[in-house]
């Protein structure tokens, strides 16, 4: 019988935070209806029983939303993340392969993009696209790319160095070529870790600006919305509509931060054989 | 070893540093609230209380301060300007009388104005208010107002101290309601900052304004009018949850809230609720859909149906509606101006969803396999929007979404900002809040501008008629009978046996939390606005 080895475990950690953002996922779409259900006859009910995370001042259950919100939240954060991601790599590999005038440009685009409090720009690029789901995933994807795009453009740059790329170089292979063929692969891994460990930004970022109101429209369920309610009937004692979203909220992100990190170790040689 | 050791000590100092340094800074600012507890809570004990403290919405305080050109209680949200004076008031029921005028006539073609004022009034700064600086406030609102409409207005002019005439554009028999909210301020101390430094002849003087924070008059002690009881009035501006807070901890004398914590109780205080003509309700478009010039739509085809909107009208339970979404701190609405001088109670209705589901059927929309009504394949689909801050229209467009679906018709609500509302409400219902102590509120709902009204999509000539004859009547009573013509005359209006091109649901009562032995004076019926308006006449009121 083998050992349980440390590997293993990574591995058993990241199937289960998968698994279980996916059925968040799904089960968040599955009720999508359900949750911009308001009924006015079981208003302002504490959690327990048929409504275990209690309804809101229009009646509307909580569990339901909350996990309509996450579910939500998870989509535009992948969405997000996806386009942010890609955007990094390309940008982050013609800055490093196309010479030294759009090396500069790229990187002088990253400096001014980080330069700018992410929320202020979000804000901005959210409300010109007309706020909305639309508005929340062009403003995310938009500001979270940077720093992906660095460290792929600083891998790249390492990866020229590399004796095997100088030799294709010296083949005569076109510099497109050479990126596609020799480098993506190489930078797969740093994409991937890159790209999951985004999904929190992403998330925190899309709650944060529907919380203060450049988002969604208020009858979405959407953490940020739910949140930004709650601190309304705190005052009136009803702690559950800020507590379990809240909480959920945080778990969510944290097991996106586990997801992420186990896969950089077992992508990681370093740790191949822990 | 070293280094650790060190560490250790720096580690020392940085704790004590923090430990002290949040000390030092926290002893004044405790004192300083303590203090500003004391001058608000404190009543002298000898002599009888003569201060109050009012929690009002962030909202309320006068962007551009307290300037009538702009807005200051002749803004969006009509009330007395207190720091000035008007030529006349509204009473408690809603008719005219005089403040600064003594006597005031029409010409028979309506076209002029002649108001005689007091020839006893002082500005606060010394000087005397004469029939100059009347015409001058009139020239300088009608010149620069950006949130009131005085294009009715040609010229004032001074005719002797005490006379002031105001020439018409157009005969305006209403125009002693907007004499009502207009302050006059004095020629020789009007300037760009006179907002930030009024000079009035009113009730009570600006003392001090900290932007954001409070506001506080001072009774003014050569007042021509009777004096006022309360000598200090201090306004401070809080979100509805602070302002609850601050009750709780008996730090405001009297604060607005809502009906989401009405069934709070607070020790000491008391919760007052008054009748308003601060409604709700939606358009419903009353032509079919479009597209107009700029790309916009405009029009509804399922509400262009007059039965449609009839039966909506009938199909609402606002009984329900106001428990529900009020806590039953509301009342009916029918109209826009219920309870009013000009309000013809021929628009009260019933509620009757069978009667409303004839008038579907009727229509051509049959309820179909999935309980939706369908008219030659097309469901019968409404998107209400509503203003995306504010929770209790909100609650009413769920509450309308669901009585909707009861009807047949598949309702949705979305949230918009009002910078796409205005737009967007052409074509879809939008919950709009109105209300004001001037019938010129059907006029701008109703009346057509270059053919359409201006809200919501609707045209009827016989309305247009009755409202342009009221505006010509030489007198209010004649234009009462006018406006109510202009509602239901009989065959035709905007009632439910009319064309119902908007459905009004609730009226709602503004609420406050007030000390117990605060009394309140007696309230006008408060128009739209949950602000100003409590202290109309805050120089009534008193401590027992």
Known sequence: ?274 | MRHRFIFVLLTAAMVSALVSGCGGADTPEAGGAQNQEQTLETPEPAEAKDTVVVAMGPTSEPESGFDPAYGWGAGEHVHEPLIQSTLTVTTPDLSIDYDLATDMQVSDDGMVWTVTIRDDVKFTDGEPLTAEDVAFTYNTVKESSSVNDFTMLKEASALDDTTVEFQMEKPYSIWPYTMAIVGIVPEHAYGPDYGEHPVGSGRYIMKQWDKGQQIIFEANPDYYGEAPKMKQVTVVFMDEDAAFAAALAGQVDLTYTAASYADQTVAGYQLLSYKTVDNRGFNLPAIPASTDADGNQVGNDLTSDVRVRRAINIGIDREEMIRNVLNGHGTAAYSICDGMPWYNDEAQVSCDPDQAAALLDEAGWKTGSDGVREKDGVKAQLNILYSSGDSVRQALAADTQNQLKALGIDASIEGVGWDTAYTRAQAEPLMWGWGAHTPMELYNIYHTIDGLAEYSPYANETVDQYMDEALAATSLEESYDLWKKAQWDGTTGVTQEGDIPWIWLCNIDHLYWAKEDLKVAEQKLHPHGHGWSIVNNVDQWYWE
């Open chain 1, 1 to 274: 019988m083998r050992r349980i080895n440390g590997r293993m475990m990574t591995a058993a950690l990241l199937g289960a935070a998968v698994l279980f953002l996916f059925v968040i996922t799904v089960a968040g779409h599955m009720y999508a209806e359900e949750a911009l259900v308001t009924d006015f006859s079981r208003k302002d009910l504490s959690p327990g029983g048929a409504y275990i995370f209690g309804t809101d001042w229009l009646g509307r259950d909580m569990f339901i939303r909350t996990l309509t919100g996450l579910s939500m939240s998870i989509q535009i954060g992948i969405l997000a993340a996806c386009v942010s991601s890609v955007l990094a790599l390309i940008l982050g590999v013609l800055a490093a392969t196309m010479g030294k005038t759009a090396d500069a440009l790229i990187t002088w685009v990253i400096d001014l993009v980080m330069g700018i409090p992410h929320i202020l720009l979000l804000i901005l690029i959210s409300y010109a696209f007309g706020k909305g789901f639309k508005g929340v995933v062009v403003g995310v994807a938009l500001t979270h790319w940077t720093s992906l795009a660095r460290v792929i453009r600083g891998e790249v740059l390492q990866l020229k160095e590399a004796l095997y790329i100088r030799a294709a170089q010296k083949l005569g292979m076109s510099q497109l070529k050479i990126a596609w063929k020799h480098m993506l692969p190489h930078l797969f891994p740093q994409f991937l870790v890159g790209l999951i460990l985004t999904f929190p930004h992403a998330i925190l970022h899309e709650a944060s600006i529907t919380f203060l109101g450049f988002g969604l429209p208020p009858e979405q369920p959407a953490i940020g919305i739910i949140l930004s309610e709650s601190m309304k009937y705190l005052a009136m004692g009803r702690w559950w509509l800020a507590l379990f979203p809240g909480l959920l909220l945080v778990f969510t992100v944290v097991l996106f931060d586990v997801a992420g990190e186990s896969l950089r170790k077992l992508l990681d040689p370093g740790s191949t054989h822990k």
